[in-house]
């Protein structure tokens, strides 16, 4: 390969390169960032404080099947425990059970986030 150089290149100097990297650039502006109320802090931070993670209750329940669906649902991963443990004797049983409970977590836990905004929401007025 051909060593190539522009010869219209400006040479610059220890000093040039000195004031380049001392010189400060002036702030671009910046977009106007959306105020957002005070309520919609609050909804906001409520919401935060009390609803689940969808992920985490997809991965609890590929991991534990009906116990780690307790995470979505209480009541849901008690009845698919017992569910599970009455078909046991059929190992086909328990294995739908695992797949509802992966299948439905992630789903549950958003319709629960849901429903806590709007009671935030409810509530805040």
């Known amino acids: 390969m ?4 522009n010869i219209n290149a400006p040479i610059l100097t220890k ?5 380049l990297s001392t010189r400060r650039l002036r702030p671009t502006p910046q977009a106007q960032q959306p105020t957002i109320s005070y309520r919609a802090r609050r909804i906001d931070e409520y919401v935060e404080l009390e609803s689940k993670s969808p992920a985490a209750a997809f991965w609890l329940a590929l991991l ?3 116990i780690g669906y307790l995470y979505a649902s209480p ?10 443990l009455i078909g046991a004797g059929t ?3 328990p ?7 992966v299948f439905n977590a992630a ?6 986030n849901r429903k806590i905004r709007a009671k935030a929401e409810a509530f805040m007025g």
């Open 107 to 112: 789903a549950k836990v958003g319709a629960e």
């Open 75 to 84: 009541l849901g991963g008690v009845i698919g425990i017992l569910i599970a």
């Open 64 to 66: 534990f099947g009906p």
């Open 95 to 101: 294995f739908l059970v695992w797949i509802f409970c």
């Open 91 to 93: 190992g086909f049983i």
């Open 15 to 19: 000093q040039d390169m000195l004031r």
């Open 2 to 5: 051909k060593n190539e150089t």
